[in-house]
């Protein structure tokens, strides 16, 4: 059973969500939020392994989240997001700095030690580290978010790993964020 989908920030992981539990969402005008019963693993520095562990037992629904370390528990109910393609993961980077406040920005260049003058170019290249690196079972490949024929490889994931979705509710979801979100 899916429980959570794993990815580093702008690989538009709320998205998937979104499309696999559309009750779990809001879309906003530059991005999909997600409700905040559903994120607590997107800031997992900030809870303890045992209220990681309580959280993740006790939650109910698709869960999003960074915490690579705390889903290498749990391989057969993670679907993690990754990306071939480097045009996509640039653009993935940039969509990230673009939607977190200023304050929030310059504290993650900080912490991750990127160049102030080429940072969305420096997380890319993280990005594509890890997007290369922790293999699991479930891996969606991103590479083509931006373009309309994302949503039938991703029914066709769903369908290979057996999970049921409405394609017509996945359908309108990815053109209502596809409207907002890919420039």
């Not at 059973?1 to 998937?16: K, N, P, T, W």
């Not at 539990?21 to 607590?40: K, M």
């Not at 997992?44 to 915490?67: A, C, F, N, P, V």
């Not at 109910?77 to 969509?95: A, F, G, H, P, Q």
Request: aromatic share 12%.
């Amino acid at each position: 059973m899916i429980r959570a989908v794993l990815y580093m920030g702008g690989m538009a992981g709320d998205l998937v969500v979104s499309l696999l539990a559309p009750n779990q969402v809001e879309l906003l005008t530059n991005r999909v939020r997600l409700l905040e019963e559903y994120s607590r693993l997107k800031a997992s520095y900030k809870l303890t392994e045992e209220q990681k562990l309580q959280y993740y037992q006790t939650q109910r629904g698709i869960l999003s989240s960074h915490d690579t370390e705390f889903h290498k528990k749990f391989p057969q109910e993670t679907i993690r997001l990754t990306c071939k393609n480097n045009d996509t993961v640039r653009w993935m980077s940039r969509r990230f700095f673009d939607i977190i406040n200023d304050r929030r920005r310059d504290s993650l260049i900080r912490e991750l030690k990127l160049n102030p003058n080429n940072h969305t170019e420096g997380y890319a290249n993280m990005m594509r580290d890890w997007c290369r690196s922790h293999p699991f079972p479930y891996q969606l490949d991103m590479s083509n978010v931006r373009n309309y024929t994302f949503i039938d490889d991703f029914l066709k994931f769903c369908y290979n790993i057996n999970y049921s979705v409405n394609p017509d509710a996945v359908r309108q979801m990815y053109h209502d964020w596809h409207q907002q979100m890919v420039k």
